[in-house]
T-cell receptor
Framework: SAVISQKPSRDICQRGTSLTIQCQVD?????MFWYRQQPGQSLTLIAT?????????ESGFVIDKFPISRPNLTFSTLTVSNMSPEDSSIYLC????????????FGSGTRLTVV | AQSVTQLGSHVSVSEGALVLLRCNYS??????LFWYVQYPNQGLQLLLK??????LVKGINGFEAEFKKSETSFHLTKPSAHMSDAAEYFC???????????FGPGTSLSVIP
């Protein structure tokens, strides 16, 4: 299974600012996924990060708020823009499966608090 | 569209008792099914997954789950609960092409001494 490194592990940010979260995988993967876990809630898929093309966003999530980059097959970033306290959550990246199973593993997450 | 329901947002069991966490899925095609565990203030760990083949799947820490197509269920069990099993458990599903995973609402398991 792929091993995922995510950073920062946590951050406290001022409202109105932006935070970029990095996700590094130890092997080349076709797709990477970004999830949000609001306090006391389950995980919700934000978007699929495709290498060489724009990310695919789930309903309720937009590129202006959550821009994603995928410069190569081992790395992706998620930016949380113009933050408000409602954005306080854990953000996790993942590699899924598909034709070659990458183990459906998750990064350790970024715990974001917006004040 | 794929979806997951978990009966019981909170389950309490006595130490040594059977653990049964229920999961039902909705999918129009044979799905992949997963159980993840999240300990307090920790990341997400894959307990077990069903893809194809044997419908009884064994995972880590003594957990197992059985895929029952006729019941659209994938319940998680452990014969004897341990205090260290107290955590949040998430059932999840993946439809073809089996890349992304969609999560259920989760069940919080408490183990009573």
């Amino acid at each position: 299974s792929a091993v995922i490194s995510q950073k920062p592990s946590r951050d406290i940010c001022q409202r109105g600012t932006s935070l970029t979260i990095q996700c590094q995988v130890d092997s080349q993967v076709t797709m990477m996924f970004w999830y949000r876990q609001q306090p006391g809630q389950s995980l919700t898929l934000i978007a699929t990060a495709n290498q060489g093309s724009e990310a695919t966003y789930e309903s309720g999530f937009v590129i202006d708020k959550f821009p994603i980059s995928r410069p190569n097959l081992t790395f992706s970033t998620l930016t949380v823009s113009n933050m408000s306290p409602e954005d306080s959550s854990i953000y996790l990246c993942s590699v899924g499966g598909g034709a070659v199973s990458y183990g459906y593993t998750f990064g350790s997450g970024t715990r974001l608090t917006v004040v | 569209a794929q979806s997951v329901t978990q009966l019981g947002s909170h389950v309490s069991v006595s130490e040594g008792a059977l653990v049964l966490l229920r999961c039902n899925y909705s999918s129009s095609v044979p799905p992949y099914l997963f159980w993840y565990v999240q300990y307090p203030n920790q990341g997400l760990q894959l307990l077990l997954k069903y893809t194809t083949g044997a419908t009884l799947v064994k995972g880590i820490n003594g957990f197992e789950a059985e895929f029952k197509k006729s019941e659209t269920s994938f319940h998680l069990t452990k014969p004897s609960a341990h205090m260290s099993d107290a955590a949040e458990y998430f059932c999840a599903v993946s439809d073809p092409p089996y890349d992304k995973v969609i999560f259920g609402p989760g069940t919080s398991l408490s183990v009573i001494p």
